[in-house]
């Protein structure tokens, strides 16, 4: 079993609309809504992937059972911690010309209790976890070093966890040594301090990161595909150049992807050539956290994977 943990869960709404315009009343053409938080897009991807997943974190209210009753549907299984607020909303509004905006609400804090709940139900849910994702932001009031303690929790029973945040949270969270983290560029830079100008100095700042004691340190790259670094090798995975519809939840579809990969126990080279393309099909489609399975394995074919 995979588990995906989600502490910031939001219902996302999409609105499609002609023209968003200041100040005015505007029709909504098309409205869906969807699980969201990042690590509920992994846990979708995963469950795409054919593997079993296990979503947990907070969830509180009419939104937060909205948010069980949408999981429900989708056939993805859930034990979430819950909260005395609602699970909040954020809207993201689509116009004709392609731009998003998108309007996220800031939830609110949660209490001592509830983050100890959470605590004891996580204990539980590794014990039958072989694999641990840990995705996005936190609640307010909640402190920066919480996945730090989550990683712990989770490598002191052995298995695998992979971290994916970014700012306080990333630079916290690794220094308990996650198995894998899946920072982009531009969380690199930020969480080295540094400015990464070419190859070789984004090899340096990865590496530097692994040998902190992090065995898989994938930096995705867009539409350059990922690096990839472990203690043996350098791989650069390349998916081919395609026309993306919806590239939001890229990071998330490939960190599910590396997920499965490590779970059916496939080489790091395999892993990468999987996840590659998984994320890119991910921007095939329009709904975020999802992929066809004709595209993944077209594009699968087409990933080219180089070891330095
Ligand atoms: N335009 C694209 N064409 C092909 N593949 C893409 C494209 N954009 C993203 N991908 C794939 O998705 C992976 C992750 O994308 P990206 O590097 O943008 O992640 P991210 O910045 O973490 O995204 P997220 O917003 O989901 O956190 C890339 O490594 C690549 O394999
Ligand atoms: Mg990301």
Redesign the pocket.
């Known amino acids: 079993m995979i588990t995906t943990v989600t502490l910031n869960v939001a219902i996302d709404k999409s609105y499609v609309i002609e023209e968003l315009k200041k100040g005015e009343v505007m029709r909504v053409l098309k409205c869906t809504k969807t699980p969201g938080g990042?690590g509920l897009n992994v846990a979708r991807v995963i469950k795409l992937c054919g593997e079993e997943v296990l979503a947990t974190g907070f969830v509180g209210g009419h939104s937060g059972a909205y948010v069980e009753d949408l999981l429900k549907e989708q056939k993805i299984e859930y034990d979430f911690s819950h909260t005395a607020f609602e699970t909040r909303t954020c809207i993201n509004v689509l116009d004709r010309e392609g731009n998003s905006s998108e309007f996220l609400e800031p939830g609110e804090p949660i209490t001592q209790e509830e983050l100890n709940d959470f605590l004891g139900k996580f204990e539980k849910i590794i014990d039958t976890s072989n694999i641990i994702t840990i995705s996005g932001s936190v609640p307010i009031g909640v402190d920066t070093d919480i996945y730090s303690k989550l990683v712990t929790m989770v490598k002191e029973k052995g298995k695998k966890v992979i971290l994916d945040t970014s700012g306080e949270l990333l630079k916290e969270g690794i220094k308990a040594c996650p198995t894998m983290i899946?920072p982009?560029r531009d969380e690199v830079q930020a969480l080295l301090n540094i400015s990464v100008a070419n190859w070789d100095e984004l090899v340096n700042g990865a590496r530097k990161l692994q040998r902190m004691g992090i065995e898989i340190v994938a930096v995705?790259?867009?539409?350059d595909?990922?690096l990839v670094i472990t203690k043996d090798a350098i791989y650069h995975g390349k998916?081919p150049r395609?026309q993306?519809v919806n590239?939001?939840?890229?990071?998330?579809?490939?960190v599910a992807a590396f997920a499965v990969g490590l779970a059916r126990g496939y080489t790091i080279e395999d892993t990468l050539r999987y996840?590659?393309a998984v994320?890119?099909a991910?921007?095939l489609t329009m709904t975020t956290g999802s992929f066809n399975e004709e595209d993944m394995e077209k594009l699968y074919d087409q990933v080219s994977i180089t070891r330095q």
């Open positions: 990042k899946k982009n995705s790259l867009g539409t595909g990922a998916p395609i993306p590239t939001v939840g890229s990071g998330d579809s490939m996840a590659i994320s890119a991910n921007t």
